[in-house]
């Protein structure tokens, strides 16, 4: 379990990493609301993954 959460937090990571990567480029795309969602859900989604490691560690006595 703990392997897909680490996957599932990397893919949202490296996505929240291009699209930044992207809007550094082209300041343009701020414009595009899709941008700033895909920046708060990927964010979100990092921020769950990594609470939930920090909690199964807590519980395991780590």
């Known amino acids: ?3 897909n959460m ?7 990571a490296r996505l929240t ?3 930044l990567d ?3 480029r082209d ?10 969602k895909a920046l708060l ?3 979100l989604s990092v921020l769950i993954s990594a609470t939930r490691l920090l909690a199964s560690d807590l519980e395991a006595g780590l």
């Open 1 to 3: 379990m703990k392997e």
């Open 6 to 12: 680490g996957s599932h937090s990397e893919v949202m």
């Open 17 to 19: 990493l291009s699209a």
């Open 22 to 24: 992207r809007v550094s």
């Open 27 to 36: 300041p343009s795309c701020w414009r595009e609301p899709i941008v700033h």
């Open 41 to 43: 859900v990927s964010g």
